[in-house]
């Protein structure tokens, strides 16, 4: 098992924002691409947003324009900074790399989206 570690998660209200972090080994963060991933109650584990080595983004069409993936190389993390959350965004959030690997699934983060 590969220790990710996520944290930043919390309570917000919808039109708030957090700041998602997840510390991965470097052997893992220097080489794959890096990923965020998110399972809302009774539903699939779905991809939110990727990055590679290099910078270059993707995201899913419900967070585009707003969640910005980044990254620190020296910090060997990976961020995700969420705005404008909305109550359909609550979900326990995840990062692992891209294509995931079972062996790096953490114990995600919380995030509630609720007046």
């Known amino acids: 098992q590969v220790q990710l570690v996520e944290s930043g998660g919390g309570l917000v209200q919808p039109g708030g924002s957090l700041r998602l972090s997840c510390a991965a080994p470097?052997?893992?963060?220097?080489?794959?691409?890096m990923a965020w991933y998110r399972q809302a109650p009774g539903k699939e584990r779905d991809l939110v947003a990727t990055?590679?080595?290099?910078?270059?983004?993707y995201y899913a069409d419900a967070m585009k324009g707003r969640f910005t993936i980044s990254r620190d190389n020296a910090k060997n993390t990976v961020y995700l900074q969420m705005n404008s959350l909305q109550p359909e965004d609550t979900a326990v959030y995840y990062c692992?790399?891209?294509?995931?690997?079972?062996?790096?699934w953490g114990q995600g983060t919380q995030v509630t989206v609720s007046s």
């Open positions: 692992n790399v891209h294509p995931p690997l079972v062996r790096c």
């Open positions: 470097g052997s893992i963060f220097k080489s794959l691409r």
């Open positions: 990055i590679t080595q290099g910078g270059s983004t």
